[in-house]
Nanobody
Framework: QVQLVESGGGLVQPGGSLRLSCVAS????????MGWYRQAPGKQRERVAA???????DYANSVKGRFSISRDNAKNTFYLQMNSLKPEDTADYYC??????????????WGQGTQVTVSS
């Protein structure tokens, strides 16, 4: 059994910063690709940022230069540093990871989401 738990969301003023964390726990052998997604009310879920096991990163055009994804493999944790936040960044943010369990089975997992609201 594997669980992803996000934290770090909240209310922030435009121009502010937040750091989201996602901790993976359970019978984990290794974590492959990790990603952060977001879903605003009435919109489809979109990928914001992703990082491979080798550390290569990719970002949605809307967040390039403002958001940064990173990972700490020793802690099975990955992060999304969000700077220069805009009202349009308001959404529920979800982490996603491809995980190989100790049993050898592979699965894709989602966190429960954390809300980010950017408003003055």
């Amino acid at each position: 059994q594997v669980q992803l738990v996000e934290s770090g969301g909240g209310l922030v003023q435009p121009g502010g910063s937040l750091r989201l964390s996602c901790v993976a726990s359970g019978s984990i052998f290794s974590i492959n690709n990790m990603g952060w997604y977001r879903q605003a009310p009435g919109k489809q879920r979109e990928r914001v940022a992703a990082i491979t096991s080798g550390g290569s990163t990719d970002y949605a055009n809307s967040v390039k230069g403002r958001f940064s994804i990173s990972r700490d493999n020793a802690k099975n944790t990955f992060y999304l540093q969000m700077n220069s936040l805009k009202p349009e960044d308001t959404a529920d943010y979800y982490c996603h990871a491809g995980i190989v369990m100790n049993s050898g089975r592979y699965g894709a997992y989602w966190g429960q989401g954390t809300q980010v609201t950017v408003s003055s």
